[in-house]
């Protein structure tokens, strides 16, 4: 039994003698291929199999005990099919060569060991090799060589393990885990020597300057090229300083509080500055600064990398300028040229032939677009140079909506395309810079009706999102973003044809300066398409907190029975005066300084009548008016405008002036203002609930109408039309509305009324009940009487004393 311990420590002399051997030849062969390399291996393995079963030890007559086993996986494991084809033809032939009756049995032993280590290899892939993965590739070799003794004879097997079986299998495992460590080792330092090989010449010829500094700021580590930038003369010569040696004091220190930054935040840095060259020519060099660590993760020095971007620099700064330049020097002509042709188009200058004239059209559109050409690069030139100016202030969303849509309405206006504002955040703020988004607006717009088919309609859309945000939409019915474009849409220059015979023309450039300016605003621009159904962009910005108001200072005369009305004026003086003019009306009144003030007032008391500045202490009194109009407490109360521009201020509302009992200019006439409370009074006394029915037919309207009786105030409308002209002019406190109209759908006056305005559908059409909040019922004709719709109109208008006077039969 000690004699099989004795060859079998041999064997194990003889791995380490191969494995030293091994080491010497990969490293002639290192430069030599792959595929060299496995054959080479698996010849060496093979030699020292081939060697293993000479110096082995008889246990009977043609049976050795040796580890070749080992030689064979391990060329396997280590080098795959090509190692392990030449290791195992080798070994079989020679132990065939050896003879005797274990010959086939230890031929089979061999074809066990290559089909272990070739399973392994194979197993692990393209990852890196693992202590386990050896310990389980010497575990599966000793098992398949206690295999090997079952298919020894029956009468020979048993005797044979009982001998050697023990020493074996031991020798086995403990020289496989001794080759595969080994093995591995060398692989790793090879793999390691040609990176450190490749990664010294790209550092040693890379013309930038890399270094490693440790904590103080020494260096440890550099390149040439940092040493030619220091002057320092050679590489060895920086090694242990720092650059309080090379550079004066204060760019030093500079350099340095860089570097503590660095430490001191662990995160990766970029800094562009000024520099002096070894030529002693200046300019500049970006330089990024990153933490260099140590195994343990802990930071202990500085990786610098330093490029000379004085020409990038140069470069950039000319191109800006030449565009700058060019830019500025084409709008001067191009006003002139656009102003002469837009003057000439107009007719200003007379009559022209036809042919002229569509010849000057010609030229004004191409002039038109060469100034949005020039536009868009001016922009593009402010933003990259981070020039683009942003007045940020909190901003009311509808107006600059209005304006955007007001700016838009002319472009391309042969298409006869319509823009329809849908405002459903009501008195939506946010803060931003209101010229840039109008700018954004305008650029999406001038897309959607670009791309719009001839006389659809672009919906311009606010509404709320979770979160605190607004999102602003334009929505067109185009042809959609093709597919294989959306990814480069916001790109610089990107436009879905590029060829010069495109249809739309345009830069390229106005969706990308739309996504600068909405994330300069704190937002994102996104969007939304499918090929041959239209595109939406979606702006999405956060909306803006609403600051809790301290109780305004309001002055509040003493209660008594006489009707209120609500003065909302500034100044001192013309509030008194029309205090006592109201007063000797027999009118009691209470004074609003500001908007704060009278919202306060109107949302916590009951007026018969306001009087309204349109400049409340530097507010604007059209705003007041829309949010009462707007609002669910004194949305009808009647106002009498007292201002120093009552007609100019008429003109711009316009149609939206309802509920505006007369426009006084300052000084008020006291005659004037008598005749327009007296109307205020004559309406209150005879307060009737306004009701529109929207209905086609003429029987219908008759009965409703008769059903309601007298104590109502009933208008009927007999289109969709006529039913959006009477809202315009007039505020409702119910509608009754039919669906089936001959000019569209009912449901489309919806988003006509006011949010408070309560709906009854009463149609012959069935309907969903679920409608939303906008409509309180929906009753079936046939199904429901008029006698159950005027009931349901009594319990809505809970404040009016209605007398319901509609019969059915029976009653």
């Known amino acids: 039994m000690g004699t099989i311990w004795q060859s079998l420590l041999a064997n194990l002399a003889l791995v380490s003698i191969f494995l030293v051997g091994w080491d010497i030849i990969s490293d002639l062969a290192r430069r030599t291929s792959r595929k060299v390399q496995d054959l080479l291996l698996g010849a060496v393995m093979a030699g020292g199999a081939i060697i293993s079963m000479l110096l082995a030890m008889p246990i009977a007559s043609g049976f050795i005990v040796d580890l070749r086993s080992a030689f064979i996986a391990s060329a396997a494991f280590f080098g795959g099919w090509r190692a392990a084809a030449i290791a195992t033809l080798c070994a079989i032939a020679f132990r065939l060569y050896l003879g005797g009756a274990g010959a086939w049995p230890g031929v089979t032993g061999i074809l066990i060991s290559a089909a272990v280590g070739l399973g392994y290899h194979y197993a692990i892939g393209g990852r890196r090799r693992k202590s386990v993965d050896i310990l389980g590739l010497g575990a599966a070799v000793a098992a398949g060589s206690a295999i090997g003794f079952m298919l020894f004879p029956s009468h020979a097997g048993l005797e044979i393990f009982k001998q050697a079986g023990l020493p074996l299998l031991s020798f086995v495992f403990v020289s496989q885990i001794i080759i595969g460590v080994l093995l591995d080792r060398q692989w790793r330092r090879r793999e390691l020597a040609e990176a450190n090989l490749i990664f010294s010449a790209m550092v040693r010829e890379l013309p930038d300057c890399l270094n490693v500094k440790d904590s103080q700021g020494r260096f440890i580590a550099a390149n040439p090229a940092t040493a030619r930038f220091m002057r320092a003369g050679s590489v060895d010569a920086l090694i242990g300083k720092t650059d309080f040696d090379f550079f004066p004091k204060d760019l030093a220190e500079k350099f340095r509080q860089d570097e503590v930054s660095t430490l001191e935040r662990g995160e990766t840095v970029r800094i562009d500055q000024p520099a002096v060259f070894p030529d002693e020519r200046k300019g500049w060099i970006a330089t990024l600064k990153a933490p260099f660590r140590d195994e343990a993760g802990r930071i202990v020095g500085i990786i610098t990398y330093n490029r000379d971007v004085t ?89 600059v909506l209005e304006q955007a849509i007001a700016g838009s ?135 803006a907190e609403r600051p809790p108001r301290p109780e305004p200072a309001v002055i509040v005369r003493k209660r008594d029975n006489r009707l209120r009305v609500l003065i909302c004026e500034d100044e001192a003086d013309i509030s008194a005066v029309l205090a006592m003019l109201l007063d000797a009306e027999n009118f009691t009144s209470d004074v609003a300084p500001d908007i704060a003030s009278a919202k306060t007032l109107l949302r916590t008391r009951d007026y018969v009548a306001m009087t309204l500045d349109i400049k409340l202490a530097g507010e604007s009194g059209i705003e007041l008016f829309r949010h009462i109009r707007a609002s669910a407490t004194n949305a009808d109360i009647p106002v009498i405008v007292i201002s120093a521009v009552a007609d100019e201020t008429r003109r711009s509302l316009n149609g939206s002036a309802i509920g505006i009992v007369d426009w006084l200019e300052k000084p008020v006439d006291p005659d004037r203002l008598h005749a327009a409370l007296e109307k205020i009074v004559t309406r209150k006394l005879d307060r009737r609930p306004n009701i529109l029915h929207v209905e086609d037919d003429e029987g219908v309207l008759t009965v409703m109408s008769e059903g309601l009786g007298p104590d109502v105030c009933i208008s009927s409308a007999r289109s969709l039309v006529q039913a959006q002209e009477a809202i315009a002019l007039q505020r409702f406190d119910l509608v009754i509305l039919d669906i089936g109209l001959p000019d569209g759908s009912g449901l489309d006056l919806l988003k006509d009324l006011p949010p408070e305005t309560p709906v009854i559908v009463f149609s012959a059409v069935e309907l969903d009940q679920n409608l939303g909040d906008r409509v309180r019922a929906i009753m079936t004709k046939t199904k429901t009487s008029e006698l159950d719709v005027a009931r349901l109109v009594k319990n809505l208008l809970p404040t009016f004393d209605i007398h319901i006077h509609a019969t059915t039969p029976g009653e």
């Open 311 to 399: 020409e990038q620099r140069r470069a950039a700064q000319l191109k800006n300028e030449f565009i700058s330049t060019v830019s500025h020097e084409l709008r001067t002509p191009l006003t002139s040229i656009r102003g002469s042709l837009g003057l000439i188009a107009a007719g200003v200058t007379g009559a022209l032939p036809p042919k002229t004239a569509n010849l000057v059209k010609i030229a004004h559109t191409n002039s038109e677009r060469l100034v949005h050409l020039i536009n868009d690069i001016l922009d593009m030139e402010k933003i990259e140079s981070g020039k683009m100016v942003f007045q940020v202030t909190r901003t009311a969303l509808r107006p």
């Open 409 to 543: 309405t002319n472009y391309m206006s042969e298409k006869q395309i319509r823009i329809a504002l849908m405002d459903d955040a009501p008195r939506a703020e946010a803060v931003l810079d209101p010229d840039r988004l109008h700018q954004v607006l305008a650029n999406l717009l001038s897309n959607a009706i670009k791309f719009s088919p001839d006389g659809e309609t672009v919906i311009l859309r606010l509404q709320r999102q979770p979160g605190r945000k607004l999102r602003i939409s334009v929505i067109d019915r185009g042809s959609g973003i093709p597919d294989t474009f959306q990814d480069q849409i916001f790109e610089k220059f990107a436009q879905a044809d590029a060829s010069n015979t495109r249809s739309k023309g345009g830069t390229g450039l106005g969706l990308s300066i739309a996504k600068t300016i909405v994330e300069k605003l704190g937002g994102s621009l996104s969007f939304e398409t499918g090929e041959g159904t239209g595109t939406a962009f979606h702006v999405d910005l956060l909306e």
